[in-house]
């Protein structure tokens, strides 16, 4: 599982990469630079429920040893 969690979290790091390359930061809100900039802030979420998953795994494995 913890390979598997790593795995999606580079994932969504190449996406925010992929999506920054999108950007044109002169008009941000209009056209591919909007679905791109949507982009780069679901990556980021996803990155924060993965680590949260993670860290809650890794309390729940803690606490199960003891």
């Known amino acids: 599982m ?3 969690i790593y795995t999606l979290i580079g994932l969504a790091f190449g996406l925010i990469i992929f999506n920054a390359t ?3 930061f002169n008009n941000l809100t209009e056209g591919n ?3 791109a900039l949507a982009g780069i802030v679901m990556s980021l ?3 924060c ?5 993670r860290l809650a795994k890794n309390i ?5 040893n003891h």
């Open 2 to 4: 913890k390979i598997f």
């Open 22 to 24: 999108q950007l044109d």
């Open 33 to 35: 630079s909007f679905a």
């Open 45 to 47: 979420c996803a990155i």
């Open 49 to 53: 429920i993965l680590l949260i998953f």
């Open 60 to 64: 729940e494995e803690k606490t199960r």
